[in-house]
């Protein structure tokens, strides 16, 4: 994937044009050598510089997931807020637009009014109904782009807009695709926790028949069976966050929970991606990520309405037209009645009192300054929160890896146990401890193989969910 250059761009000079109105250049605090350099906990075997595709939850090879996803960014309800909100932004790109377009109007009004003498016809009344129509024409000579300022900085609003929405496509793909994750996750837990609830049983039975041959007393039975009734006991638990996995998912795809699809929670297998995941680096980051290309569009508006406030400080030049008629009657509002035409350029200038003009544009200039603030700490979150999940990523599965050593040695020193507690010679509390300890160790086992899940997706949200422009193109 090509690395865009906007953000970049922005963080080295942030400027508009060169004409007169144009703001001072803005430059950004933070050093472009700092955001394109390989991300510091990218451990290799775990990650890979490769760049992360658009659609990164296919990596996990899921039909299911593939059309949950598909079903949540057309339905889901955040998402159709953010759109709402970017047609909302487009209709003021319109409105902005639409002034470069000359303006026409139209006057009418009707009344009581008495005539001078001089005015007054030969016969008839000094006094009456009268009535008067104007038509009015206006173009403004946009001499010093206050109007392609405003143009400018609508259009701008737009393409926060869109970068807003794309945030929200990437908090609901990554919401979706946790929700699917923490309901395979527990279907597996409780699969675990069956298997070791039924070794339980196998060993119970044992320790039962030597209890009733005479070869161990009845407190080794109590300990096997209460350990037996603890891990049972975290299966309900288990399935209630089951159960609640799916109904966010159901939420989360615009549906009630009763109407989730079944096959949303057959699978009992741990969501994960075996391949090093690919991650790019941090100039990629930077130009994904759709919160700082929101904050950056914010601030190029926020400049360009310092453009519109400096245009103020010169003259308003409109080049217009009126024709204005007005008669005693209806009649002869067009023949009888007095005529009036103006046409010419009017020129509008806030002078020698420039002070509330000074005042908004210093108000601009503070907007900018804040939206520039705004745009640094939303690149410095973005690093945060990309290096942050890969690190934990990393740490996770150095845990995996160890606690799966420990399974096995705890499955080996189970079965050692078990046969010389057939034999006789260890006692029933030395095989129970050993079964606790490989019970224990499964259990976890399970839980930190979901925990790998939700760490995996983590890092795609951090990353930018792959979105790394708004679609239907740019905004014109």
């Known amino acids: 994937m090509q690395t865009r250059t906007f953000a970049l761009s922005a963080i080295s000079v942030l400027a508009l044009s060169a004409c007169a109105t144009a703001p001072d250049p803005i430059a950004s605090t933070l050093p472009p050598e700092a955001m394109s350099a390989p991300f510091l906990s990218a451990e290799p075997g775990a990650v890979s510089p490769s760049p992360l595709p658009e659609d990164w939850w296919r990596l996990y090879s899921d039909p299911v997931l593939d059309e949950l996803v598909a079903d949540a960014l057309l339905a889901n309800t955040d998402i159709r807020q953010a759109t709402a909100r970017i047609e909302r932004a487009r209709t003021f790109l319109r409105g902005a637009r639409a002034e470069r377009l000359p303006q026409s109007g139209i006057a009418a009004s009707t009344g009581y009014a008495r005539l001078p003498e001089g005015e007054a016809a030969a016969v008839g009344d000094r006094s009456g109904a009268a009535f008067s129509l104007g038509v009015d024409l206006s173009y403004e000579v946009d001499l010093f782009d206050r109007i392609g300022k405003g143009i400018d900085a609508a259009r701008e609003d737009v393409s926060a807009a869109q970068a807003d929405a794309d945030a929200v496509r990437v908090m609901v793909v990554a919401d979706t695709t946790r929700a699917y994750a923490d309901a395979a996750s527990a279907a597996a837990r409780i699969a675990v926790a069956q298997a070791i609830v039924g070794l339980l049983d196998d060993t119970l039975r044992l320790t039962r028949r ?7 007393d009845g407190l080794a039975v109590a300990r096997i069976e209460a350990l037996r009734e603890q891990r ?29 699809p079944e096959i949303s ?4 297998i741990p969501l994960e991606i075996r391949a090093p995941l690919p991650v790019g680096d941090g100039a990629e980051l930077i130009a994904r990520r759709p919160d700082v290309r929101a904050a950056e569009k914010r601030l190029l508006g926020d400049l360009a309405r310092i453009g519109v406030a400096r245009a103020d400080l010169y003259p308003r030049i409109t080049l217009g037209g009126s024709v204005q008629s007005s008669a005693t009657g209806l009649g002869n509002l067009f023949s009888g009645g007095p005529l009036s035409l103006f046409l010419g350029p009017l020129i509008d200038w806030a002078f020698p009192n420039r002070e509330p003009i000074r005042a908004r544009i210093d108000a601009a200039e503070a907007d900018a300054d804040a939206s520039l603030a705004a745009f640094d700490g939303s690149v410095l979150s973005a690093l945060q929160e990309a290096e942050t999940a890969l690190s934990d990523y990393a740490r996770v599965l150095d845990q995996r890896r160890r606690l799966t050593a420990a399974e096995q040695a705890a499955q080996r020193a189970a079965r050692i146990t078990r046969a010389q507690n057939r034999e006789g010679l260890i006692d029933s509390l030395q095989t129970l401890e050993a079964e606790r300890t490989l019970a224990e160790t499964q259990a976890a086992l399970a839980d930190l193989d ?20 708004a679609p239907g193109g740019p905004v014109r």
């Open 210 to 216: 030597r209890h009733d041959a005479g070869l161990t």
């Open 265 to 268: 929670g057959e699978r009992s």
């Open 232 to 260: 049972a006991a975290t299966i309900p638990a288990i399935a209630a966050e089951r159960n609640a996995a799916l109904f966010a998912l159901a939420t989360m795809t615009g549906r009630p929970p009763r109407d989730l």
């Open 450 to 469: 979901g925990l790998v899940s939700r760490r995996q997706i983590a890092v795609f949200r951090a990353l930018g969910g792959g979105w790394s422009h």
